[in-house]
């Protein structure tokens, strides 16, 4: 008696311990449940870091050589380090390091803080800083502060001062940021003519500006009696009227103050960003990021309760809004997956009910499914998998059953056999288990181990996938453990003695449709097979070459990105009021459709999504859609949306997702499906070239939203010293870059006002920054006292430089983007690669051309299923092997599996759905079921074979006997799918690719199986 034998017989003679056990394992199932991570999607995004460094006074070319390039030279070398692009931009350097992902995220960021610390950047500059240890999917929060009469410096305040600090204490917190508003600071507004006036230079008023805004320790000393006393000098400004007295100098012993040579008032910060919600203008916006690796259902919930308590403390006419909560998306998501899989069930159940025709027996298989999934919440637990849209979302409780329908139908058939009266129902049963046991054990098997290739995936598309597999297999191993052990036991104490011998009426129809169509195939083999080679050939020769592909579906996520690019110069103030407009255009056109919509314009206080002024990310919230009355899919809402905007002139636009913008962002560097980088040196060849690149893309059919990277167009007040001039009079080059400076504003001290700290800024008037030509009438004092204008200093005149300069591995880099509509990305990837190389010739060997995006996930991945599917099918071949011991039975079984490719390949043309990795794991899970109903036949014809039974009559008794199994296995494992199919629900998309390929593969593999084996048995019959 083999190993298998001896569980069986454990489990019937041990009812009550195999009982007790399921009963502590449910305990462990519920337990796990409860604790287990709740998400939307798997956090794809690689290990990264990101190290910001701000430069105010620095153009991009200058970021680019004083920043960037010393910080790219640092990191380069470190271990693990597979990717490092960078972005400078005016006043802003970003350099993004990828590490692999078996390197953990703190040992990253201690490695690029030890490299950090050894670059040596020009004075002035601030120290470089890492960004929040966060992920692609860690923006979980977005909401706005507004108050009626309130300036946007003060809500910017309450926001940084009353707000943020108390919701960074939310545990799995990262960063709370700050978009929008006025960041207070003082300003002390010198005028130039009154500090030559007075014969003061810059650097005095810095001085002593500096010199008197200090505080100093001065020790202790003692008291008589033996104590002492701290000695604490104070001496820092604390508001306006304590700034103007500031003394700079004295003349004629009468002291100069600084409200002699100018004004001091509460201004703000240069803006890098702004935020205009609703139509209504501009607000305050908090974003919320989570920590790497937490919850993001547990950290939102928790970031929105800690909100509603801040707002009970908060003036009556502030109020905070969330208009981005991704507790939505993920509860959403987690309908749509309870849905389907609560749907499926439930057809399985009523398969079950039906081809059984015992209420019990149906009860009984049904068992199995609550049972495998607390198994799979358990292996989910402690393997750290959140339950999610890909982690559940290919579970199929038809494959789950499997293996016990199998069973109990034995148990069920035996129990109603008129030749077992002599044995006690106990034996029957145990016999009846026994007799099945290897084909329902290896069938399982084989499910799990076409799931490997899966676990193999690597980057993006592993991180996506892998969390699934793991799932599926969890819960196949706890339905085959389950099959062996418990469905026995509940057979032998809840199947009645005797079940009636009439079979279901379903079963009664099936034999009377199919016995003719059996004799028919075993008398006219030749036609069979030479129908079965020409389907071969037709699906493999015709069709499946022309599905297309894709990486996955493009999933919904209730909210909708419009990117906008304008001309490089466009000020915020124009942005603003722009937004504005098409925010109201958008509410007016889409009332039922969108509940908010908010607009992000440039960069936030910390800028991990680096954006010029001229760039406006527009966010729309969408209503249930239930309430929708212009479009039935978010595909068609979003084309309803490109056409109302596309009438506002003067800027380009993109269409994208919160969620998928981000990923493809930190991903790979782009927002859009595809970019096609273009590498070179010289920008305005860059350029060239890629507008060359954009009309080949935009002259292909599928091309939506092609744009150029902007990278020039940046108008810029350029002041070039003239040397010879500042030689002849007698002045640094460090004065005139200060007064520069001053055009916007050199900071130079601070005030502490409690916990408060504002900025002391020298800062020129207004009127030297609304007229560029008047910077050249700035008077500079000379060391002899006399006053000369800065333009005979200086050269001073508006020029067009870049606004942005992207790097790849120390590379400049353009970048073309694009989306692909209505048609698949792998065919218009392969077009648009002949076309460029036909038609865009490159200057030098430096230029060089690279697709990005999905399409390099997407490429990744099946060079990599290429390699594994063939050496997985091998191993599925050995264990069919070593489960028969003979190479024709072995051969017989495996043909199931390109039968049942042949069903889902159909299945994706009939539905007009390209490959995609979502298709491919269907076709790996289709193909461990079309295995299991081949190894049932197969293996009772051996058994018939054994007893003296003439082939001819096996095959048709084996083919009648086991048809019930057969078409159970298949139809509750295409039904259990069914639901996903046509599920329209969010996050839907990836699963009907998945279902459709396995609904067509086991009902195609169903019908080459009951048709084509039988006639494979009878042609290819080998003696041993």
């Known amino acids: 008696m083999d190993i298998l034998n001896r569980v069986i017989d454990f489990s019937l003679r041990y009812r009550f311990v195999v009982l007790l056990g399921v009963f502590l394992f449910c305990v462990l199932g519920l337990y796990s449940l409860l604790r287990l991570d709740i998400d939307a999607f798997p956090d794809t995004t690689p290990i990264q870091v990101q190290i910001n460094t701000n430069a105010p006074s620095l153009g991009p070319e200058e970021i680019e050589k004083q920043i960037t390039y010393p910080l790219e030279q640092s990191i380069s070398g470190l271990p693990g380090l597979l990717e490092m692009r960078s972005v400078s931009k005016f006043g802003f350097s970003q350099v993004v390091v990828v590490f692999d992902d078996s390197i953990d995220i703190y040992f990253a960021r201690q490695l690029v803080a030890e490299r950090l610390n050894t670059v040596e950047l020009p004075d002035g500059i601030a120290k470089p800083e890492m960004g929040p240890i966060s992920t692609g999917l860690g923006e979980v929060l977005n909401y706005i502060v507004t108050g009626k009469g309130t300036e946007e410096t003060e809500l910017r305040m309450i926001h940084d001062w009353q707000v943020k600090p108390v919701m960074e204490y939310v545990k799995g917190t990262a960063e709370i940021n700050t978009w929008g508003g006025f960041k207070r600071q003082f300003q002390i507004r010198l005028d130039p003519d009154k500090l030559a006036k007075h014969g003061l230079t810059f650097d005095q008023v810095i001085d002593s500006v500096q010199k008197n805004n200090l505080n100093s320790g001065g020790g202790n000393i003692s008291r008589p009696g033996g104590g002492s006393l701290f000695v604490q000098g104070i001496g820092r400004t604390a508001n306006i009227e304590e700034i103007r007295q500031i003394v700079i100098s004295a003349e004629g012993g009468v002291p100069i103050l600084v409200s002699d040579i100018g004004d001091v008032v509460i201004g703000h910060e240069i803006r890098r960003g702004a935020v205009t919600a609703n139509g209504q203008g501009e607000v305050v916006m908090g974003l919320g990021f989570m920590l790497m690796g937490e919850n993001s259902h547990r950290v939102t919930t928790a970031m929105k309760d800690k909100l509603q308590s801040i707002e009970t403390n908060l003036s009556a006419n502030i109020q905070i809004k969330t208009v981005y909560d991704r507790t939505e998306l993920v509860n959403f998501v987690i309908d749509t997956v309870r849905k389907n899989l609560f749907d499926g069930g439930l057809l399985v159940i009523a398969v079950l009910f039906a081809f059984l025709g015992n209420i019990r027996a149906a009860c009984i298989v049904a068992l199995v499914i609550p049972l495998s999934m607390l198994f799979a919440f358990t292996g989910m637990y402690k393997f750290g998998i959140a339950a999610s849209l890909l ?209 992000r314009i440039g960069s936030a206080e910390i800028s991990t999504d680096p954006m010029g002024t001229e760039l406006t990310d527009i966010f729309i919230s969408l209503k249930p859609r239930s309430q929708w009355t212009k479009a039935k899919t978010q595909a068609e809402l979003t084309e309803m949306i490109e056409l109302v905007l596309r009438d506002l002139p003067g800027q380009r636009l993109g269409f994208s997702q919160p969620i998928e913008m981000r990923i493809n962002e930190l991903a790979s560097g782009i927002r859009a499906d595809l970019a096609v980088k273009l590498f070179g040196d010289d920008l305005d060849l860059l350029v060239l070239k890629a507008g060359e690149i954009e009309a080949v893309l935009n002259s292909i059919r599928g091309a939506a939203d092609v744009s150029v990277e902007q990278i020039t167009g940046q108008p810029m007040l350029l002041i070039k010293v003239i040397r010879e001039q500042l030689a002849t009079y007698g002045i640094s080059v460090h004065e005139i870059l200060d007064l520069v400076e001053s055009v916007g504003g050199k900071v130079v001290g601070e005030v502490i006002d409690g916990e408060l700290r504002f900025p002391i800024v020298i800062r020129l008037p207004d009127k030297y920054q609304d007229d560029p030509q008047s910077v050249k009438e700035i008077p500079v004092l ?120 042949v069903g889902g390949i159909v299945a994706l043309w009939v539905r007009d759905m390209p490959f995609s990795i979502s298709a491919a794991v269907g076709f790996i899970a289709m193909s461990g079921v079309a295995v299991l109903d081949d190894m049932i036949l197969v293996s009772y014809i051996r058994q018939l074979r054994e007893k003296g039974m003439e082939l001819e009559r096996a095959v048709m008794d084996a083919a009648v006997t086991r048809l019930r199994p057969v078409l159970m296995t298949t139809l509750v494992a295409s039904l259990g799918f069914l639901p996903m199919a046509f599920s329209t629900g969010i996050g839907a998309e990836v699963q009907r690719p998945l279902a459709t390929v396995v609904i067509g593969g086991v009902i195609g593999a169903m019908i080459m199986s009951l048709l084509v084996l039988r006639v494979l048995y009878m042609v290819f019959n080998f003696k041993k």
Not at 466 to 478: C, D, E, Q, S
């Open 391 to 599: 982690s559940l979302g290919a579970l199929d409780f038809g494959l789950v059953v499997d293996s016990s329908v199998v069973m109990i139908e034995n148990c069920a058939r035996k129990l109603s056999d008129n030749s077992s009266n002599g044995k006690s129902r106990l034996d029957i049963i145990r016999d009846a288990a026994i007799e099945v046991r290897k084909p329902t054990m290896f069938g399982e098997l084989i499910i799990m181990i076409v799931y490997l290739p899966i676990l193999t995936l690597e980057g993006v598309e592993g991180k996506m996938f892998r969390p699934m597999a793991l799932t599926v297999i969890f819960a196949l191993l706890g339905s085959m453990i389950l099959s062996l052990t418990l469905m026995p036991v509940l057979a032998s104490i809840f199947l009645p003695r005797k079940i009636s011998e009439r079979e279901p009426l379903l079963m009664r129809l099936a034999k009377l449709i199919y016995l003719p169509v059996l004799k028919f195939s075993l008398h006219h083999k030749a036609v069979i097979l030479g129908f079965a080679v020409c389907v071969l050939v037709v699906v493999f020769g015709m069709i499946a070459p022309h599905l297309g592909s894709e990486f996955i579906p493009r999933l919904s996520e209730g909210s909708i990105v419009v990117g906008v690019v304008r001309p490089a110069g466009t000020d915020i103030e124009e942005s603003v009021r722009y937004n504005t407009e098409m925010e109201r255009v958008l509410l007016q056109n889409f009332p039922d459709e969108i509940s908010n919509v908010w607009s």
């Open 782 to 901: 000379t060391p002899d006292g006399a006053q000369i204008p800065l333009g005979r200093l200086a050269a001073v005149e508006v020029v067009e430089g870049p606004s942005t300069i992207s790097r790849e591995w120390g590379i400049r880099r353009i970048t073309i983007s694009a989306n692909v509509r209505g048609r698949d990305i792998g065919s218009f990837v392969s077009e648009a690669k002949r076309r460029i190389t036909e038609q865009v010739t490159m200057p030098t060997a430096r230029y060089r051309v690279e697709f990005g995006g999905q399409f390099e996930h997407l490429e990744r991945a099946k060079l990599r299923l290429l390699v594994v599917v063939p050496v997985t099918l091998f191993l599925i071949f050995m264990l069919l092997y070593f489960t028969y011991r003979n190479l024709a039975d072995t051969l017989r079984v495996f043909t199931g599996i390109p039968f049942a490719w």
